[in-house]
């Protein structure tokens, strides 16, 4: 069966939950000790009456059982807790930066990390203004000379860009960046050959070369993630608007991506 003939033979069961405020809040809300009753009409807000027959309703799907001083859930209650919890945090990142979301193409991120691009909940959209056009770039430099350690993944490539980069390398911070042929293309002539041949000796600048499309600009340092895309419209890189965060479930997430793109590409050695 696919996805939407499984839907339609359990749909009861997916929309007596899905369906239910209060009970994704109790499945949500139950830990492994057991969760008082009281604790969860605190969280809830709701009384006994109202989330008795909703925990009878989660016992009877094997999702919750009474354990310790109250309610615990299942093996199954955990995991669909945590595809809930998930699917939150998706549907909030989607919501909460929708225009965002809507003006740019983020196909080329690898299934894994895009599964869990709700870690970027937490982020603020960064435009440039009609009084500040530069807003973006300077806000983007400011975070690699705030940056004690920086991995890229670049599509584009810009004379500023490529200076910052170069006077963070010779002041000692670590740098990887990965790019793609047609941006290594680009590194080879000049303005950019001769900077890279200085660079290229120095231990802590390593470039990594992928053959998988990159459709983004990814910078991440140790404490922030800033995060650009191709427009949908067009095939033009968007430098006037970047996502950006330094929350660590974020951060965490930049890293992932750059860590999952450097496992499959190959090390630059020298122009």
């Known amino acids: 069966m696919n996805n939407l003939e499984v839907f339609e033979k359990y749909k009861k069961a997916i929309q007596s939950i899905y369906g239910s405020r209060l009970m994704i809040q109790i499945l949500l809300s139950v830990e492994e000790g057991g969760t008082p009753l009281s604790a969860l009409r605190e969280i809830t807000g709701s009384t006994s009456q109202a989330l008795i027959p909703k925990i009878r309703k989660l016992e009877s799907l094997s999702l919750v059982e009474s354990r310790g001083p109250g309610y615990a859930p299942t093996t199954f209650g955990s995991l669909i807790a945590r595809?809930?919890?998930?699917?939150?945090?998706?549907?909030?990142?989607?919501?909460?930066?929708?225009?965002f979301w809507e003006d740019h193409d983020i196909s080329t991120i690898p299934l894994p990390l895009l599964e869990r691009i709700g870690c970027l909940l937490d982020s603020e959209v960064v435009y440039d203004t009609g009084t500040d056009i530069m807003h973006v770039y300077y806000r983007f430099l400011q975070l690699l000379s705030e940056a004690k350690q920086i991995a890229g993944v670049s599509?584009?490539?810009?004379?500023?860009?490529?200076?910052?980069?170069?006077?963070?390398?010779?002041?000692?911070?670590?740098v990887d960046l990965l790019v793609n042929?047609?941006?290594?293309?680009?590194?080879?002539?000049?303005?950019?050959?001769?900077?890279?041949?200085?660079?290229?000796?120095?231990?802590?600048?390593?470039?990594?070369?992928?053959?998988?499309?990159?459709?983004?600009?990814?910078?991440?340092?140790?404490?922030?993630?800033?995060?650009?895309?191709?427009?949908?419209?067009?095939?033009?890189?968007?430098?006037?608007?970047?996502?950006?965060?330094?929350?660590?479930?974020?951060?965490?997430?930049?890293?992932?991506?750059?860590?999952?793109?450097?496992?499959?590409?190959?090390?630059?050695?020298?122009?």
């Open 83 to 99: 595809k809930i919890g998930d699917f939150s945090l998706t549907m909030g990142t989607l919501t909460a930066h929708l225009k």
């Open 155 to 174: 599509a584009i490539m810009n004379p500023g860009l490529a200076e910052m980069l170069g006077q963070r390398v010779i002041e000692g911070v670590p």
């Open 181 to 271: 042929p047609i941006t290594i293309s680009l590194l080879e002539k000049e303005p950019y050959r001769s900077q890279m041949n200085i660079l290229t000796s120095y231990d802590n600048f390593h470039i990594w070369i992928t053959e998988r499309p990159i459709g983004y600009g990814l910078t991440v340092t140790e404490s922030a993630v800033s995060l650009g895309f191709y427009k949908r419209d067009a095939q033009i890189y968007d430098s006037s608007t970047d996502i950006f965060s330094r929350h660590p479930a974020a951060v965490g997430w930049g890293r992932e991506l750059f860590e999952h793109l450097r496992a499959e590409a190959v090390l630059f050695q020298n122009f």
